[in-house]
Antibody, heavy 114, light 106 residues
Framework: QVQLQQSGAELAKPGSSVKISCKAS????????ISWIKQTTGQGLEYIGY????????NYNEKFKGKATLTVDKSSSTAFMQLSSLTPDDSAVYYC???????WGQGTLVTVSS | DIQMTQSPSSMSVSLGDTVTITCRAS??????VNWFQQKPGKSPRRMIY???NLADGVPSRFSGSRSGSDYSLTISSLESEDVADYHC????????FGGGTKLELK
């Protein structure tokens, strides 16, 4: 069965970067794009962007250009999202999802605090 | 950018109610709307795709509909397990989520 397993919670200092992973299993990795979504505590969902897992091509929500960088490692069926120049506003749960948002990872909590 | 205006933001409901949540798209998005259910501490679950299609394993009391630029999720005979947050998503041009609807029991 399709599964997306995300890396664990991160505690980061303002100005630093974090890199979250999303490991796919149960299907051919390059069959589906992977999207990334942000959810602030108690708030709605924000779309960050997606990556073409075959070509590595990316598409970003304008708001997250320069903040998020999406990459993949096909050899390990893993997608990554790096968040840079972190501020407290980046504190959130981040999800990966695929196949038209049919499948989601369990979420990764990122907390930015000095 | 396409906006998805979701209403209401919260709703007080009773078991057995018929509940309707609506998203209005700021421009034509065709059939490219999904609906998600999210329970506390859990990932969103896709309930409806392409505006009217029931996702795998979703109970038939859930349905999706479209009228022009208005997209609705209806839950008939609300059960306790349906009390959750609901989100719409358009994926015609880029992707945009609605603001979410929180269902609470009276």
């Amino acid at each position: 069965q399709v599964q997306l397993q995300q890396s664990g919670a991160e505690l980061a200092k303002p100005g630093s970067s974090v890199k979250i992973s999303c490991k796919a299993s149960g299907y051919t990795f390059t069959s589906y794009y992977i999207s990334w979504i942000k959810q602030t505590t108690g708030q709605g969902l924000e779309y960050i962007g997606y990556i073409n897992t075959g070509s590595g091509g990316t598409n970003y929500n304008e708001k997250f250009k320069g903040k998020a960088t999406l990459t993949v490692d096909k050899s390990s069926s893993t997608a990554f999202m790096q968040l840079s120049s972190l501020t407290p506003d980046d504190s959130a749960v981040y999800y990966c999802a695929n196949k038209g948002f049919a499948y989601w990872g369990q979420g990764t909590l990122v907390t930015v605090s000095s | 950018d396409i906006q998805m205006t979701q209403s209401p933001s919260s709703m007080s409901v009773s078991l057995g109610d018929t509940v309707t949540i609506t998203c209005r798209a700021s421009q034509d998005v065709g059939i490219y709307v999904n609906w998600f259910q999210q329970k506390p501490g859990k990932s969103p679950r896709r309930m409806i795709y392409r505006a009217t299609n029931l996702a795998d394993g979703v109970p038939s009391r859930f349905s999706g509909s479209r009228s022009g630029s208005d997209y609705s999720l209806t839950i008939s005979s609300l059960e306790s397990e349906d009390v959750a947050d609901y989100h719409c998503l358009q994926y015609d041009e880029y992707r945009t989520f609605g603001g979410g609807t929180k269902l609470e029991l009276k």
